[in-house]
């Protein structure tokens, strides 16, 4: 199975931009759709954005459309999340998913299979 670490979570100010990145190991991460979710303290875990297994296809949460990017590097083996324009909501623990079974994007967490351990990412105002 795939394992799945992020990085690139930090501090930044309001407005701010950050790189997030979540490298596969064990597997070729080109095996899988990938998505992206945040939780943040006392909130249920939610869906950021998401790419299909061939790149082509991408979803965004309408909170983050627009300021956020998603990107995958098959040769590099990870997937990354440009998020510009950053604010004070956009604070949470972030996390990758791989989805085994569809080919496509799914807003659903229970879509998919393994997920990394999370990275922080804290915007001050």
Same mark, same amino acid.
């Given at each position: 199975?795939?394992? %799945?670490?992020?990085?690139?979570?930090?501090?930044?100010?309001?407005?701010?931009? %950050?790189? %997030?990145?979540?490298?596969?190991?064990?597997?070729?991460?080109?095996?899988?759709?990938?998505?992206?979710?945040?939780?943040?303290?006392?909130?249920?875990?939610?869906?950021?954005?998401?790419?299909?297994?061939?790149?082509?296809?991408?979803?965004?949460?309408?909170?983050?459309?627009?300021?956020?990017?998603?990107?995958?590097? +098959? !040769?590099? +083996?990870?997937?990354? %999340?440009?998020?510009?324009?950053?604010?004070?909501?956009?604070? !949470?623990?972030?996390?990758?998913?791989? +989805?085994?079974?569809?080919?496509?994007?799914?807003?659903?967490? +229970?879509?998919?299979?393994?997920?990394?351990?999370?990275?922080?990412?804290?915007?001050?105002?």
């Amino acid at each position: 199975q795939v394992q %799945l670490v992020e990085s690139g979570g930090g501090l930044v100010q309001d407005g701010g931009s %950050l790189r %997030l990145s979540c490298a596969a190991s064990r597997r070729t991460v080109s095996l899988y759709a990938i998505g992206w979710f945040r939780q943040a303290p006392g909130q249920e875990r939610e869906f950021v954005s998401a790419i299909s297994r061939g790149g082509g296809g991408t979803d965004y949460a309408d909170s983050v459309k627009g300021r956020f990017t998603i990107s995958r590097d +098959n !040769a590099k +083996n990870m997937v990354s %999340l440009q998020m510009s324009d950053l604010k004070p909501a956009d604070t !949470a623990v972030y996390y990758c998913a791989a +989805n085994r079974d569809s080919a496509y994007t799914s807003r659903r967490p +229970n879509a998919y299979d393994y997920w990394g351990q999370g990275t922080q990412v804290t915007v001050s105002s």
